[in-house]
């Protein structure tokens, strides 16, 4: 069991920026958090200051690929545990092992893996499942993905991955005007899957039919879908008009315009926007060519593009998307941090664990400096990461 401890600083809890705040972990989960004021038992022995900066729930990135030089894709022990521990440095606790269009025998080998690293554990950032983006995408709108590999998404294939995943599969990326589509997005809510419409190219009219088959959510919105119109709303219309639906954001000034960032935070308000890093191997590593499913990418300064301009992916991490929203969009910071970690959680349904600093939650913390860097992060009450002096 671990170390009972304390963090004591600027805490973000309950939509505010608590300052003299205190967060209490005792075996793995938060005991308390509020007011060092209001707290009333014995002091650990180990008492940690925070004295600039935030002490915020740990970020949950519920799409990302890859980062540090490796991929999920990879399907090795060694690539998800180097994700899991570069993901920690960047202030996130827990996470989706996202795919991409691939062969069905790369797939599989990929969600062994995950399943596997999963089961044993992780030295960073905790596997909390699967996102499985493509192969059922339409490939007029497959950006960065393979289209080779782009299939209709037969119900007895869909059974097959699901199974495989042994539960992990948390979000499923589907094209809905895409044959046999409607009947796997049908499924998969059944089984509790969370369905998002992503890489599509279907119409406001279809999007909506989809909705009422089973989509809940939208992946990385404005981007690989039809755009809105005022005649012909598109995908993007149906995600901005179903106030009950979350979507995911790629806050990093590149994917979307900062101005159209902070109109789908007014629509969609912090409790249905994730922010999602949709990170790629080359994240954290600095301009160069990179491989993504077997395409050639190249980095350079924010971006990451195919040789013919297409974004491939992001080099985004979720400190510097909660940066970003505060700084390009005039989001206040609570609300920011709640983008990054309870929407996301509860999205995926781990919101009665993860996601808030609350009495009885998992003890997952990231610590931020001023400037948005991280200093700690801690799983479960584990430091995993702690920024040198």
């Known amino acids: 069991m671990n170390q009972a401890f304390a963090l004591r600083g600027t805490v973000v809890t309950g939509g505010r920026c608590l300052e003299d705040g205190l967060v209490v972990v005792d075996g793995g989960t938060i005991a308390y958090a509020g007011a ?41 022990p060694e690539s998800l545990q180097t994700i899991s521990r570069a993901l920690a440095r960047f202030g996130v606790t827990s996470f989706l092992a996202t795919t991409m269009t691939a062969s069905y025998a790369e797939l599989e080998k990929a969600i ?28 007029r709108y ?45 499924w998969l809510k059944e089984q509790g899957v969370i369905v998002s419409a992503g890489h599509t190219g279907a119409t406001f009219a279809q999007a909506q039919h ?48 900062p101005a159209v960032m902070r109109i789908l935070y007014r629509l969609k308000s912090a409790g249905r926007l994730a922010l999602v890093s949709d990170s790629m191997r080359a994240a954290a590593l600095g301009d160069g060519v990179y491989d993504l499913g ?25 400190n510097r998307a909660v940066q970003n929203m505060v700084t390009l969009c005039g989001v206040p910071l609570p609300e920011a941090v709640a983008m990054a970690s309870q929407t996301p959680a509860e999205i995926v349904g781990l919101g009665g664990q993860k996601g808030r600093l609350e009495a009885g939650y998992d003890a997952d913390i990231t610590v931020l400096n001023p400037s948005y860097g991280v200093e700690a992060t801690y799983v479960a009450g584990r430091r995993v990461y702690r920024a040198q002096a």
């Open 112 to 139: 062994r893996n995950i399943a596997e690293v999963s089961r044993a554990g992780t030295e960073g950032a905790a596997v909390a499942g699967i996102h499985l983006e493509g192969p059922w995408i339409n490939p």
């Open 294 to 318: 077997g395409q050639e990418v190249h980095v350079r300064g924010t971006q990451a593009k195919l040789a013919n301009g297409t974004l491939a992916g992001s080099i985004l991490t979720l």
């Open 210 to 257: 989809a909705v009422e088959c089973g989509v809940q959510h939208f992946t990385h919105c404005f981007n690989a879908m039809t755009g809105l119109h005022h005649r012909e709303p598109g995908v993007v219309g149906a995600a901005m008009v179903h106030e009950q639906l979350s979507t995911e954001l790629i806050a990093d000034g590149e994917h979307v315009h």
């Open 36 to 76: 060092a004021a209001g707290y009333a038992g014995p002091l650990p022995e180990r008492v940690e200051m925070v004295k600039d900066g935030w002490i915020c729930p740990g970020f949950v990135d519920i799409h990302m690929h890859g980062i540090a030089g490796c991929d999920t894709m990879d399907g090795t």
């Open 142 to 186: 497959k950006g960065a993905q393979n289209e080779a590999h782009i299939v209709a998404p037969k119900l007895a294939e869909v059974r097959r991955l699901y199974e495989l995943a042994g539960g992990l599969l948390k979000v499923v990326t589907i094209a809905p005007e895409q044959p046999e589509a409607l009947e796997a997005i049908r």
